[in-house]
């Protein structure tokens, strides 16, 4: 299958552009994160938008892709969009990301501590909010962000919100 993520990558100065969409998925207090093995953080289950497709679409192809489980998109809220700026292993980026919420259906809540299935490298894993202060999570204030049911535009500046 031919990739056609919307990013960008300007290799002299190492700086990368990611479109991407990210979904909340809770079950009373309890929230789904993924970690790579390589990784020292705990982030939403989500990727990157492709071109011609909407993040709902998107959002949905994803999680049906890293978990097996489908919902329909009448199931998601858009919760918040972050302009994400950071740097990770030198490499600085420039990052849009549209975070949905969505409750997790009884197929999902069944599962815990299980690999990714389009990336054999990758866990899936149910945290309680209350266990969340002992993880690491990226970004950074997504552990605030988590029960706060308004939409937010918010514009992140290496882990610092920008007020304008």
Do not use: C
Request: charge should be negative; avoid cysteine.
């Amino acid at each position: 299958m031919e990739k056609n993520d919307i990013n960008y990558y300007n290799e002299n100065k190492k700086i990368k552009f990611n479109f991407r969409v990210s979904a909340i998925i809770k079950h009373k207090d309890n929230y789904l994160f993924q970690k790579n093995d390589d990784s020292s953080f705990w982030s939403l289950v989500g990727g990157r938008v492709s071109i011609g497709e909407d993040t709902l679409t998107a959002l949905q192809r994803e999680i049906f892709e890293e978990t097996g489980v489908k919902f329909s998109i009448s199931d998601f809220k858009l919760l918040r969009v972050i302009e994400n700026f950071f740097t990770l292993d030198n490499i600085k980026y420039h990052e849009i990301l549209f975070i949905y919420v969505i409750n997790a259906n009884k197929e999902l809540i069944n599962k815990n501590d299980f690999k990714t299935l389009d990336k054999d490298t990758q866990m899936n894993h149910w945290f309680n909010i209350n266990d969340l202060e002992y993880v690491t999570v990226e970004p950074v204030i997504l552990k605030d962000l988590l029960d706060r049911e308004l939409f937010e535009h918010l514009i992140l500046k290496d882990d610092e919100i920008q007020n304008y």
